[in-house]
């Protein structure tokens, strides 16, 4: 009671030296007091959180709109507490499920009393908030939140698992989109804000054990009706990347994509989602952190690392979470980072990498080139030349993103004749008629984006290459090259040509029609 008394007095006495001596003598005494009986200490202090109903018309109105909270805190025993709370690492694991809803209401009562008074008033007395058990200075937010620095400094591992577990609960409260008090609504992202305050003031090596549980309580709030809980959620996030580092978070991305999908899949069963969220054009919903200005940079830098100086399963995994945070994500918050993430996606796909890793980063680009499209005109040549060689994959599924990278890049390409003759180097030169198939499709994509726009030359080289495919013993090929004659037979500026092309695929077309017959009574019967 003495220490309590000084501190007290101290608060409402006129600044001074010597009262603020007598403070710190007084916290360093609590401080000692709390090491030898923690126990005794704690459960005197932290019904101090909750004291009795202050008198007046204001303080019933707060007691209406915060039922959890009796009356503010003093400036004062806020200071007690941090000090008491700060060397109490044993005993606060027992406290934490009491104390951090009230402490996160006693937070949403500060911010909103000083948003209520002048910037000249906060921290002036208050003397109609006075009682028994209230004196002095209201607490402001710095002071309530030196609590929550306190604790965080103080805990030990089961401390901190302690903690992210009674901030998951109160951060489920409303998440769902079912009714709750108003208080519980302003009090959720101050909750955010404890979360980050622990990740931000403990030491990396305690939170490492619990990155999961973390991650996952902040990513369910990236989906939040309330942009506050949106907004801190994104905060939380760079402070644990900056925590943890990058190297840290990287064996996580597998556990980050899971809680994304799930948090978009809960989200858009809430009622009113509709029109609560917006919608890509292929009807993914975009998450509303990544539409924040740098709502994408705790965890886009992650991918990108990871991509570099990841196995070859972390590279694969780290490209799939590209391509999916390009889906979730709005394309002017995105366009800040395209050239840095399509970057170090070129870079990796041109090493010698496994076809399963190279399949997803061509994915990854061909998200990008959806989403970023002219922006991404200076990385054309490096473009088409990755998806070119990609062509020539043994592997189905690279050969086939490769095509549609041809077809998404192609547009923004200043000239395609080149291309085109490259692409018919490369049929002659392919091993595999599965890779001539591919090469004769991404012709056809990459004819139908010139928009009648390449020379003569070009077409009559497509056109040799067609004819010769149409030759082939493989119907795959005869297949695909029939498709790229149709495509020249509309591109054709002079009529003549279109004309003679058209004779020759029907003379092709009466050549090969007992044969296709065949495969097809074959494939009926398959």
């Known amino acids: 009671a003495p220490l309590l008394t000084a501190l007290e007095a ?112 906060i921290g002036e007395t208050d003397e109609t908030n006075e009682t028994d058990q209230y004196r002095g200075r209201r607490a402001d937010v710095a002071d309530v939140q030196a609590i929550m620095v306190a604790v965080a400094r103080s805990l030990s591992g089961t401390g901190v698992q302690s903690v992210v577990i009674a901030l998951g609960k109160l951060l489920a409260r409303g998440s769902d989109g079912t009714p709750v008090p108003e208080s519980v609504t302003r009090e959720r992202p101050w909750a955010v804000w404890c979360l980050e305050c622990l990740v931000s003031g403990s030491h990396p090596a305690l939170l490492a054990d619990f990155a999961c549980p973390i991650l996952k309580n902040l990513l369910e709030c990236v989906c939040d009706p309330d942009a506050a809980v949106v907004a801190q959620a994104g905060a939380g996030l760079r402070s644990l990347a900056t925590t943890l580092t990058l190297e840290g978070l990287s064996g996580h991305i597998s556990f980050i994509r899971s809680c994304l999908n799930s948090c978009i899949s809960d989200a858009r069963h809430r009622p009113g989602a509709e029109s609560r969220f917006e919608f890509s054009a292929e009807g993914a919903m975009l998450i509303p952190l990544f539409a924040l200005p740098k709502g994408v940079e705790p965890l886009l830098p992650l991918y990108t690392y990871t991509l570099a100086s990841g196995g070859a399963a972390e590279r694969e995994e780290a490209a799939d979470a590209i391509s999916d945070l390009v889906g979730m994500c709005h394309a002017p918050a995105l366009k800040p980072y395209l050239v840095k993430t399509a970057g170090p996606l070129i870079r990796v796909v041109g090493e010698r990498v496994p076809s399963c890793v190279k399949a997803a980063i061509l994915q990854a680009l061909a998200a990008l080139l959806k989403q970023g499209g002219v922006a991404l005109r200076p990385f054309v040549p490096q473009l088409q030349t990755t998806f070119t060689k990609s062509l020539c994959d043994p592997t189905a599924l690279v ?100 004309t003679r092309l058209a004779t020759q695929l029907s003379d092709w077309a009466g050549q090969s029609a007992p044969l296709g017959s065949s495969a097809a009574g074959t494939e009926h019967e398959m």
């Open 10 to 121: 101290a608060d409402v006495a006129e600044d001074s030296i010597e009262t603020a001596r007598a403070a710190d003598r007084a916290e360093a005494g609590l401080r000692a007091l709390t090491k030898a009986r923690p126990r005794d200490v704690l459960e005197h202090l932290l019904p101090m959180l909750l004291p009795k109903p202050a008198r007046g018309a204001r303080a019933q109105a707060q007691a209406k709109t915060h039922p959890e909270v009796e009356a503010p805190l003093s400036r004062a025993w806020s200071r007690a507490l941090a000090a008491a709370l700060e060397v109490s690492e044993q005993q606060l694991p027992f406290h934490v499920d009491a104390l951090l809803p009230r402490l996160c209401a006693q937070l949403t009562l500060a911010a909103e009393a000083e948003s209520a008074r002048p910037a000249a008033a």
């Open 399 to 498: 050969r086939q993103r490769a095509v549609t990278g041809l077809s998404l890049v192609a547009p923004f390409s200043p000239r395609l004749d080149p291309l085109l003759s490259e692409l018919c180097v490369s049929f002659q030169s392919a091993p595999a008629n599965s890779m001539r198939t591919s090469i004769l499709h991404a012709m056809r994509v990459v004819l139908d984006a010139s928009g009648g726009k390449s020379t003569a030359t070009a077409l009559e080289k497509l056109e040799s290459t067609a004819l010769e495919a149409l030759e082939s013993n493989e119907e795959a090929i005869r297949e695909a090259a029939a498709s790229l004659c149709g495509g020249l037979a509309q591109q054709w500026p002079a009529p003549e040509s279109a």
